[in-house]
């Protein structure tokens, strides 16, 4: 079913991921298959996610609004991306488990802030009400497809042909994404 996510835990570089991710959505016509990685922030996978960066197209950081602590990390997170990231991988920010007003520790006007600084793209979401969560999803794959539309034309009309990092499989009209939850 295309309205779910399938999730395996697999073994990587001898380090169990969080988790693997697939999901297919549709935009503009065109079945996009998603394939995230889950590290849930965690320190112990902060060595082999630096892998993961070099061919990510999107990275969606995610900091929990109840704790303070998983805030502050977005920036030693963006840090790593400037640093082992493609130049031009989309960044989203997500301040999830918006539900738990009552618990806040972390204002949405702060977490705005933060990506007006680096020029990222914000939302609040609930993974559990599913508050903005498909929003999220494709506002990551609608820029990373316009992204890749533009650097295409800019070939073309260039007449310089380059690495694409999108596959279309023309008869099912399907492209590939991969993309990191960090």
């Known amino acids: 079913n295309n309205d779910t996510y399938k999730t395996l835990h697999l073994t990587c570089v001898g380090i169990l991921c969080r988790e693997l991710i697939f999901r297919t959505i549709e935009l503009d016509g065109k079945k996009i298959k998603l394939l995230l990685r889950d590290t849930a922030g965690q320190e112990r996978f902060r060595t082999i996610t630096t892998a993961y960066y070099r061919g990510a197209m999107g990275i969606m950081l995610v900091y929990d609004i109840t704790n303070e602590k998983s805030f502050d990390n977005i920036k030693n997170w963006i840090r790593n991306i400037e640093?082992?990231?493609?130049?031009?991988?989309?960044?989203?920010?997500?301040?999830?488990?918006?539900?738990?007003?009552?618990?806040?520790?972390?204002?949405?006007?702060?977490?705005?802030?933060l990506a007006i600084d680096y020029g990222i793209k914000f939302l609040e979401t609930s993974a559990k009400s599913s508050t903005n969560v498909e929003e999220a999803f494709f506002t990551l794959a609608r820029d990373i497809m316009t992204k890749l539309n533009r650097k295409m034309n800019d070939s073309n009309s260039s007449g310089v042909g380059g690495p694409v990092k999108i596959t279309e499989n023309r008869s099912k009209k399907t492209s590939f994404f991969r993309c990191s939850l960090l």
């Not at 082992?84 to 802030?113: F, P, T, W, Y």
């Open 83 to 113: 640093e082992h990231a493609s130049l031009d991988v989309e960044r989203m920010i997500l301040g999830n488990k918006c539900d738990m007003n009552d618990k806040r520790q972390v204002s949405k006007e702060r977490g705005e802030k």
